[in-house]
């Protein structure tokens, strides 16, 4: 296998653009009192009249400090989905290139190829939800760009073991993505410590889970100075919006709540976890590193329409491959959670 050289990745048009320079990226000067002519905003101050840091400064210095990484480490996404699709349009080209998931896994990454015409291989998971290291590196052909790992993978709970991963990452001379949205809930490290070692690796993370901030969409992703700014190139300029870096830096500082936020789901997973195996039709409920459990039942589809007609909505995962008569619970509060128990413990 050829070494990992990112100029090769990335796609002739994005190595082309001169990328929209927008007001406030010419302007970089916040601090000093300036009279602002330049972007037809409306002078009149109300909060949000002015357009946002393109670069989202003061957000990311508070994410690199807390992930001991440099600033030019980090491109912040709405939502992990937008983090996802600039990969594609950055190193994929339709039509040409491939991309690799390793199903049972998120829908999005195939979603996301799907809609940049991207071919996506899938090599499954073994039956035990661990890669299948050997069959994924004898998938990659010279067009394939990106594997896309997911750890602590949805909708299988689990995370794949370190030395699966660095296979992949030393065996694979394209870019190696690691999901890593519910990291928070893992007592794993994260990859973004490993990144000096790994030039093709690139971590993602999100707001939206352990954060608790699903609503306000911010993505984040990791990576090597060089991956970071060919993304910069085709992002969108204002793509975190003033609202959302307001409310993502205040939830950073609310990192004590979060933690204790995490701790008390954590609990609730375990309760949950020892509950629905004491319950005759849940046949298997599968170890987990995330704030959800997939559980295998008698009968999925006739197990969540009766969860349905009493109010509670969960996941019938049973489409995805490995995944028959599967149903991914989320992790609630304690009240929810004891809803949910003895809904199921009535159930006929
Ligand atoms: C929930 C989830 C995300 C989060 O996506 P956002 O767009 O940041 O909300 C990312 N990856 C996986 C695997 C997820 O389950």
């Given amino acids: ?34 009279v602002f002519l330049d972007a037809n905003e409306n002078p009149n101050e109300n909060g949000v009249n002015r357009y946002p840091d393109p ?15 440099a600033p030019g480490q980090l491109l912040l996404g709405n939502g992990s989905d937008e983090v ?16 690799i998931t390793m199903p049972p896994t998120y829908g999005m990454y195939k979603v996301l190829a799907c809609i940049n015409n991207v ?35 949805n909708p299988t709970g689990n995370s794949f073991e370190d030395i699966a991963i660095e296979k992949l990452l030393t065996n694979f ?29 690139i971590v993602t993370q999100t707001l939206s ?3 608790g901030m699903a609503g306000i969409r911010l993505g984040i992703c990791i990576a090597s100075p060089a991956i970071i700014s060919v993304l910069n190139k085709i992002k969108p300029p204002y793509n975190v ?37 004491t319950i005759g039709f849940v046949h298997q409920v599968y170890p987990s590193n ?7 039942v008698d009968d999925a589809g006739k197990r969540y329409n009766q969860l349905l007609k009493k109010g509670i909505v969960v996941r019938n995962r049973s489409t995805q491959p490995l995944c028959k008569n599967t149903l991914r619970f989320t992790v609630g509060t304690s009240k929810e959670n004891a809803i949910l128990l003895k809904t199921l413990k009535e159930l006929d």
């Fill in 209 to 211: 889970k352990a954060y």
């Fill in 55 to 69: 670069q989202q400064h003061t957000l990311k210095n508070a994410i690199a400090e807390q992930q001991s990484v």
């Fill in 1 to 34: 296998m050829s070494k990992f050289q990112l100029d090769s990745l990335i796609r002739e048009n994005v190595k082309n653009i001169t990328p929209y320079s927008s007001a406030r990226d010419e302007f970089k000067d916040f601090n000093r009192d300036m």
């Fill in 119 to 153: 071919e996506n291989k899938e090599v499954l998971l073994t039956p035990e939800f661990e890669l299948d290291t050997t069959g994924i590196l004898t998938t990659v052909n010279s067009f394939t760009k990106i594997i896309f790992i997911c750890s602590p993978n």
């Fill in 290 to 296: 995330s704030n959800f459990l997939l559980a295998k």
């Fill in 173 to 201: 001379s394209g870019l190696v993505v690691v999901d890593e949205a519910y990291i928070d809930f893992s007592k794993g490290e994260s990859w973004a410590t490993k990144l000096e070692r790994f030039p093709n690796l």
């Fill in 84 to 99: 996802l699709d600039l990969l594609f349009r950055a190193f994929c080209e339709p039509g040409v290139d491939n991309t």
């Fill in 241 to 277: 919006n003033a609202l959302t870096q307001d409310r993502a830096l205040e939830g950073l500082q609310r990192k004590e709540k979060t933690n204790k936020e995490v701790e008390t789901i954590l609990r609730e997973r375990s309760v949950l976890q020892n509950e629905l195996s």
